[in-house]
């Protein structure tokens, strides 16, 4: 049985939102997305990244939508269950943000 999950609100994603300042509110037709691009060394990079943000996705049955070129992943998170933004979102974002090596 799934969990209800809980779109979040205006005053709760202002807050929210102070926790990945890396990424971006985007205001679709039907929904709010958040959404984060990426640029690594190389391809071998760029996978290994997927694979474990892949991994945790799928742990948590909280799958990006996410597009890949080469060192380029673009991710966008929003939550269909409740159309629109929850915590699970915030949660992958911050998870994400951990998995990006450091910059040399």
Not at 6 to 19: A, I, Q, V
Not at 20 to 39: D, G, M
Not at 81 to 98: N, T, V
């Amino acid at each position: 049985m799934r969990t209800v999950v809980r779109k979040l609100t205006d005053e709760e994603l202002k807050t929210e939102l102070l926790k990945i300042p890396s990424w971006e509110l985007v205001q679709e037709a039907k929904r709010n997305v958040i959404r984060r691009k990426f640029a690594f060394k190389d391809f071998k990079q760029a996978w290994q990244f997927m694979n474990k943000v892949a991994t945790k996705a799928d742990e948590t049955d909280h799958h990006p939508e996410w597009f890949n070129v080469y060192n380029k992943v673009d991710i966008v998170l929003s939550t269909h269950d409740c159309g629109g933004l929850s915590e699970r979102d915030i949660l992958l974002a911050e998870f994400i943000d951990q998995q990006v090596p450091p910059s040399k």
